[in-house]
């Protein structure tokens, strides 16, 4: 399995002094943070893709470029790259050449976000979003696996005899996560292209993302890509620690009163109940994290949203020491007990580079 993190990139004063950081800072410690979640032993660091105030990841490929070059092993991800708005041969190329930039440790997971005005901003209709998510995912399939293509859709002018370039880092395309909230649709689309799907596991219960995930599995296999149990399954979640949970929770309520997304709506107590946010010691995450499998199944990928809310940097480094010491260890370690052989390991771009050439030996 794969643990990492992923940011939302939101510039939120700290409600416990009022101080609210400059877009320079929240920019620049979200490159100290990936800098830390490498340090610390985790796999992955994803960025969100926003177009709005507060928020200031707008450019995630500018940010993972410099950040690849700065690091040497973690996978850096978006935790969204909106399908929806973005022209796909923009994102075939800039994918393209960010997975080239980083030696092949890129993937990226689309979406079609949660600002609803982003759609006119780029000439979009926000009725449209399903549509623009199948119709623009299925030229970004093509463009990186056909070297000259021809198409034409709805959403955008026809091509003709055109190649995106560069090409995908040895004829390998970035593997594409699907993410998704709430619609059927967007899991039903990782399953036929045998792509991953995200359930961002954040804002609703358990049994929510179980019938999204169930759904995916079914579909996937339905496809014929194995077995429901070998989907490629990753989820999010939400943690604050400390040594003790009674200093945890009294830490954070601030943060989680005032949150720009859950704030002044259900108590802390309430949305820890109703949803996988956890706060509190170390094991307590620990704990909670493992029972995701019971719920979901064997699956890849787990990130953890740290930085947002207004903490400081000081304390989301502090979370990251916590984590990468304490947390990430022991569920590697758990995880593994009892996982059965013919679950596959999360696809990076080596495992998927050995299967393009199995795929070749078996066809020559």
Same mark, same amino acid.
């Given at each position: ?56 990841? +707008? ?14 092993? !973690? ?5 969204? &790259? ?43 209709? !926000? =009725? ?5 998510? !199948? ?9 990186? =696996? ?7 859709? =709805?959403?955008? &002018? ?5 190649? +995106? &370039? ?81 200093? @945890?929770? =009294? ?30 010691? #170390? ?38 020491? !916590? ?20 679950? #596959?390991? @999360?696809?990076?771009? @080596? +495992?998927?580079? @050995? ?10």
């Amino acid at each position: 399995m794969q643990f990492g993190i992923f940011s939302v990139g939101d510039v939120t004063p700290d409600p416990t002094n009022g101080r609210t950081p400059t877009e320079h800072e929240r920019i620049k410690a979200m490159v100290t943070i990936a800098l830390k979640a490498e340090e610390v032993g985790l796999d992955v660091f994803a960025t969100g893709e926003h177009h709005n105030p507060p928020f200031v990841p +707008s450019s995630p490929t500018t940010m993972l470029g410099y950040i690849a070059a700065r690091t040497e092993r !973690i996978v850096l991800s978006t935790a969204t &790259t909106l399908i929806t708005t973005n022209d796909p041969v923009k994102i075939a190329e800039d994918f393209a050449m960010l997975q080239h930039l980083a030696d092949g440790r890129v993937d990226l997971m689309m979406g079609r976000g949660n600002t609803g005005p982003v759609y006119p901003w780029f000439g979009q209709d !926000i =009725r449209q979003g399903i549509p623009l998510a !199948i119709e623009n995912y299925a030229l970004l399939h093509k463009l990186w =696996r056909e070297d000259v293509v021809d198409w034409q859709g =709805r959403f955008r &002018t026809p091509l003709q005899g055109f190649t +995106s &370039t560069p090409r995908p880092l040895d004829g390998v395309p970035p593997f594409v996560w699907h993410g998704s909230i709430r619609s059927a649709e967007i899991a039903e689309q990782a399953a036929y292209y045998g792509d991953g799907f995200f359930a961002n596991n954040i804002f609703w219960p358990k049994e929510h993302f179980m019938r999204l995930i169930g759904l995916y599995r079914q579909r996937y296999a339905h496809y014929g890509h194995g077995t429901p149990e070998q989907a490629i399954v990753g989820l999010g979640g939400q943690v604050f620690m400390r040594k003790n949970s009674q200093d @945890a929770v =009294r830490e954070f309520r601030p943060y989680f009163d005032n949150a720009p997304v859950y704030g002044h709506g259900p108590s802390l107590e309430d949305f820890m109940a109703e949803t996988p946010l956890t706060v509190g010691s #170390p094991q307590q995450v620990i704990d909670r994290t493992l029972e995701f499998r019971e719920y979901f199944g064997d699956y890849q990928r787990q990130l953890f949203l740290m930085d947002h809310a207004g903490l400081p940097l000081k304390t989301v480094l502090e979370q990251l020491d !916590i984590l990468g010491e304490e947390v990430v260890p022991v569920l590697r370690e758990e995880f593994a007990k009892n996982r059965p052989e013919t679950v #596959p390991d @999360a696809p990076t771009h @080596a +495992s998927l580079l @050995a299967a393009k050439e199995r795929s070749a030996g078996v066809g020559a």
